[in-house]
């Protein structure tokens, strides 16, 4: 199929909820990424962070292949090992309590508000409310949707579940006084990374903290984005002045399969009782087995301390360009903001056109992020491409 029958058939037999590239990729290997016609691409968004040791990481491809060949899916009526050896890593990597596998990253935060809320209700609660950031980004399904105030204002999809707030960003008053003791949870990603990349303060994170336990609910963080590896710690969290009550996690966590993960600690870690939770496919041997190659990989001191160097390496390079206004976020995960004169769009666009692949999450804004196994050559090659990019644009 050429790519102009694949763009028809994809209008007549797709729902048209994505805007997609005209690119087909036919093949991928580490940060590269080949499309039908052979041309060859730096991959600067990795899936949006899925595939985060590169594509098709040898280990992770030798899991799923010998996973595959033994035993692919029982439900969670039996056990398996690679889920319950999974639970245990993410465990002791963490918050050291429990672990409720899903198959996205929108599914583990319905656990982790589900967890939220049940845990209101034994304190006496009859309404609990969520509090986020504007902003804020936390999945599709409804409750997550309600929790992701930019896509809830969608009258068109409503009613909204109900007791969902949000605050501006770090606004640290706005947030204490919107966490009283009807709250259940706040719900904030560490690092914003739908919005452009925008980092939560400590002096916030420190905060929710406080009020989360002045008032008994839990501080939940989203390391949907910013976890395994992302930031240059296994969590984002642990780059931080606090300790949230239950993470949630998804995207590179299978390296390109399917999984989530919500985490608890100790004690939020029996709330949930037979009957309250479950999904069918959640924690399958072959999703598992992707997920442990991926932790074992990922969790090694040395690849850490790469992906802060790497980072701090790449945000260095893309401040000296002209037209780079600011590079926000940590590690491997940085948002450019470009001059105000520049249509970041149209960068975006200009870049795959030289092959690069980032993305553009909000008007002014491109966001990087590249594999954690990046080598130099490959940063140099990106930040030149973009300064040339950027410069193309400055001079039309
Ligand atoms: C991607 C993302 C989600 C949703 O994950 P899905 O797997 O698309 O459901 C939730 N929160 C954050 C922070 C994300 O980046």
Redesign the pocket.
Known sequence: MTLADLQAKEERYLMQTYRRAPVEFVRGEGALLWDSEGKEYLDFLTG?SVCSLGHCHPAVVEAVRDQAQRLMHTSNLFYTEPMVRLAERLSESSLGGRVFFSN????A?ECAIKIARKQAHRRGVESPEIVSFERD????TYA?LAATPNLAENVALGPMLEGFRSVPLNDVGALRDAVYENTAAVLI?PIQ??AGIYPVSDEALVAARAACDETGALLIL?E??TGVGRTGSLWAYQQTPVRPDLLTS??ALGGGMPI?ACVTTPEAGNVLEPGDHGSTFAGGALASAAALAVLDAVDDPELLRGVRERGTALREALMELDGVREVRGRGLMLGVGLDEAIDAAAVGAGLLERGLIVNVPEPGTLRLLPPLTVDPPQIERAVTLIGESLLSYATR
């Open positions: 949006i996205s990253g929108t599914e935060i980004f936390h999945g599709r997550a990603e990374g739908e989203d949907i984005q998804a995207k989530g």
